[in-house]
């Protein structure tokens, strides 16, 4: 059973869920996404919300293996794609899965950040980590490397040790790095552009997205606040990352844009973040 608390925090995360999800189809049909762009929004809309459910299970108990298991496939993920993706303009950020192209840090870097905020560092983690780091600094992504950076830094809120600083401030260094290798992508009005598409077009829509964006981060830093956990808080500095990085450089509006990737790592980030509230969950728990 799922007490009421419990059961009102799903309610609002479904009904956050919903509304992201209608303010996402209508900025990227403002700023110009076809019938087929929107249908392929909503069906990525409905796996999302599926993965948030199936991750929801309690793994705050993941062994030290475990733990070193998901960050070597997400160092796997991103460095792959750095070294064998599709690159454009200058960028090596995706690879093709047929007709579609995925953009692996979207869905790799949730699960790396919530599973390293699980136990402080130690050696072969902290180097995960600053793999992880150093391999979006290499694609170039610095959208990607700030958010990671920014998670790196918030799981500072638990994690103090040496190891834990050392991983933070290579994550620093790499992303500042991504940031002075900027590429020549042309923004696409309904993906970088979308919010300010959608006010040119409809401002009630670019007002409607605007707020939406704002409250990506919301519910991480709720639980995390809620529950006294760090792992949802750094989700939530992962993700305001990727606002950031969507506001003052030339990267994807998350999850409001056009695009599966993001919106399914969002998911996923859901899921590990709803982990924290059910009935097994312990208040000051990682």
């Not at 793994?59 to 794609?81: E, K």
């Not at 979006?136 to 830094?153: C, E, I, K, N, R």
């Not at 994690?159 to 992303?175: E, M, S």
Request: charged residues 10%; aromatic residues 8%; contains cysteine.
């Amino acid at each position: 059973m799922i007490d009421g608390a419990a059961r009102r925090v799903w309610g609002l995360v479904a009904l956050l869920v919903l509304l992201t999800l209608a303010a996402s189809l209508l900025a990227i049909r403002a700023a110009g996404a076809s019938t087929s762009m929107l249908a392929a929004q909503g069906v990525a809309g409905v796996i999302a919300a599926g993965l948030a459910f199936l991750m929801s299970r309690d793994r705050s108990a993941l062994s030290l293996r475990a733990q070193v298991t998901v960050m070597a496939l997400s160092l796997f993920a991103v460095a792959g794609t750095a070294l064998f993706g599709v690159s454009m303009d200058g960028a090596t950020r995706w690879i093709g899965v047929g007709p579609v192209l995925l953009h692996p840090a979207s869905l790799a870097l949730p699960a790396a950040a919530w599973v390293f905020a699980l136990r402080p560092a130690t050696l072969l983690t902290a180097s995960l980590c600053a793999g992880i780091a150093v391999a979006l600094a290499l694609q170039p992504d610095g959208g990607a490397a700030f958010a990671f950076a920014l998670a790196a830094v918030a799981r500072l809120g638990g994690h103090r040790g040496r190891l834990d600083l050392a991983a933070a401030a290579v994550a620093v260094v790499a992303a500042a790095w991504a940031w002075t290798r900027p590429d020549s992508l042309p923004a696409v009005s309904y993906v970088e552009e979308v919010v300010s598409a959608a006010f040119a077009t409809a401002p009630p829509v670019g007002l409607f997205a605007v707020l939406m964006l704002a409250l990506l981060p919301a519910p991480f830093l709720f639980i995390g606040l809620k529950r006294r956990a760090v792992a949802p808080l750094v989700l939530g500095g992962l993700w305001a990352g990727f606002v950031l990085a969507s506001i003052f450089g030339n990267y994807p509006a998350p999850v409001i844009g056009y695009g599966a990737s993001p919106l399914l790592g969002w998911g996923v980030s859901l899921g590990l973040a709803l982990a924290h509230i059910g009935p097994a969950s312990a208040k000051g728990r990682p």
